[in-house]
């Protein structure tokens, strides 16, 4: 089949430039790069987000990962890549479908197209060399995959970028990326100079004579995009976006740690949170931290809780199989309030379940996961900036409270990339050492505070504070107790702390009015497509608001009053959740998403929910068609 370079259609074009490119100029926009595993799209949708960020752009990306380590090439269910969403102010969610794809086989694409991620009318630049292959059964998939991608309406346009980029490299699996981004810098007009060293950055541990190859390599893809594609975009940039920096969450949770003062990262090596330890191995040694990667993740938990007990400021990194295993460990370190902090980068479950995709169906686990009653702190950060800003706010929490604070963040903020501020390093980010002065001769190393459940932290070596650290029940000080008085008495310590805590926290502000028929509640990395949906909604006339919690244990106060404002309160989560009509379903026996549930049970307000474990972000659009269609009394 020949395929015909189609006509822009519908779009909205300026007058023609110099070299004849009609010119969208468009606030909003959104760039896939999808190819087979191993062949560098990532890498070039990173480069091309960073650049597009330091130029002025919002800017939001979210990675596309197959289930699969090294899936099949040339399958539909292994596409790799990643999507960028660019816009003329801030971005924070990578929105509804995709305006433009470059894409180095059909396959991909169809997985791409079958998840509906594409937006009607669509351009295509599509690597050409499968339509003219020497196996019958690859130009046969060519074949039917052209018949549907065509009559689905895209604009197709076929790119040789095997054949150019094999008179730079041996392999062009190894070009093509850097290829694609040089289309991209034409097509949006991105500074040259500011992407190759944008380049050289992502390099930097390679020969000079790779990053040159690079270079190369980038300067034929603009040169071909130039002389062959008759459409460029125009994303207006902000005027003064300020001193930004431009990282993922894993990266900012690693830079948070640092900033923190932490001394010790414990893990194993688990997808997404690995990338945690990798940040972190290239800086921390420069600031005093040390990366330990134990032999598990028992050993990771076990680690990192010793350091804290010897007066360290210590933590551990995980997902949702790594929480599983260190769950003895946690209820340890809550027992013998021994302060930890644990970053959980949530990925889809149960058991190994999803490693690549997105879910927030830790929650439960992180609050109830422990056997006996194991109070702690649990927060989530919303967006890329949070992620750095939680590790100092869960450090100082962990060593005051003298408790585990759990971070609950997820593979969408972990390998999301967003420009933010440039924080501004301050010394009340760092708590002063723990005091080792003696102990006074009547100390107890649990002396707990009747109002408030504190005490103490004892530091081995203290004159006078040799003390028994154990699992077991124990009194105050610190001997091992089974009697009920003492096991009731250190019960509600641990619990007093919690509430302690909350007191100090104010109600949750509402996006929107204080009132009206639906409130929709999140948490975690869906707050930016739920803002949109209701900014959305709103503009439509709806009487719909939102709000955002960040601590999810102990809860902001104030719910129940809020909520009772709203004629109906519903959660929108990544989570399962079962249809309301679905067969042998109930009222009763409905399971709903976790945090609907929490809300329910802590609030006796009734509280709905919209969940979604597509293993992808929740878009704004599908938000907002869910709060047309559970607003009481229908849409407007």
Known sequence: MAIKLQTVGSEKSSEATADSARVRRTRDHSVEIVSDSGEGAQKCGQIFGAVSAKMGNGVWTVEIIPAEVEPPPRSIAGASGIRIRLGDGPVTNWGDETN????????????RHRLDALAKGATILLEDQWATHPDDAVRAQWEAAMEELEAAGYRIVPVPMEEICLTRVENAR????????GMLTWIFGRDVDRVREQIAHAFRTKPQAVIDKNYELLALGVEWAS??????????????????????????VALGAVASGMELAAMYPITPATSVSHHLGEVFERFGGIVHQAEDEIAAAGVAIGASYSGKCAFTITSGPGLALKTEFLGLAVMAEIPLVLVDVQRGGPSTGLPTKVEQSDLLATLYGQPG?????????????????AMITARRLAEIFRTVVIVLSDANLATGVAPFARPKPD???QSGPPDQSPVPADGRPYEWDARTGLSDRF??????????????????????????????????????????????????????????????????????????????????????SSLHLTFLSPLEPGLTEIFRRFRKVMTVEINYSDAPDAPFTTAENRRRGQLSWLLRATTLVDVDCWTRVLGEPLRPGAIARAIREHLPGGSA
């Open 100 to 111: 433009l794809v470059v894409a180095f086989n059909e396959q991909v694409l169809l997985g």
């Open 174 to 181: 190894r070009g093509k990326n850097m290829f694609a981004l």
């Open 227 to 252: 002389a062959n594609l008759d459409f460029r975009v125009d994303v207006p940039t902000m005027d003064d976006p300020g001193d930004l920096v431009v990282m993922n969450g894993n990266e900012a």
């Open 373 to 389: 009653d194991a109070p702690k702190i649990v927060l989530a950060p919303a967006t890329i900036e949070e992620c750095f800003q």
């Open 427 to 429: 010394p009340v980010w």
């Open 459 to 544: 530091i081995p070596g203290r004159p006078g504070g040799m003390h028994t650290v154990t699992g077991l029940a124990h009194d105050e000080r610190s001997k091992v107790a089974y009697d009920s008085a003492s096991n009731q008495r250190a019960s509600a310590m641990r619990s007093r702390k919690l509430a302690a805590f909350q007191s100090t926290l104010r109600p949750p502000k509402i996006n929107g009015a204080d009132s009206g028929d639906l409130l929709i509640v999140g948490w975690g990395s869906t707050r930016g497509a739920i803002e949109e949906a209701v900014e959305r909604c709103r503009g439509e006339g709806l009487a719909v």
